[in-house]
């Protein structure tokens, strides 16, 4: 699903993923793992949908939530 971001927090670990200390991270790369959002387009029922989201490869070894728009 593709989630428009609301908010985006700025960890540590984004602090350290951008100075490349982090070494499974893959660069170029959009920092940001926490956020709040709303589902846009997507499975139709989910639609609108608030969602929050951390942690997993998020920000890491695919781009973040420092971004419009987080798929």
Do not use: Q, Y
């Not at 989630?3 to 490349?20: F, M, Q, R």
């Amino acid at each position: 699903m593709l989630v428009e971001i609301h908010a985006a927090s700025i960890n540590p670990s984004d602090v350290k993923n951008i100075l490349g200390v982090m070494e499974n991270t893959t660069l170029p790369r959009t920092p940001g793992r926490d956020f709040v959002g709303v589902v846009v387009p997507g499975a139709p029922n989910l639609i609108g949908t608030e969602v929050w989201g951390t942690g997993g490869d998020i920000g890491f070894i695919r781009d973040g939530s420092h971004a419009s728009h987080l798929v």
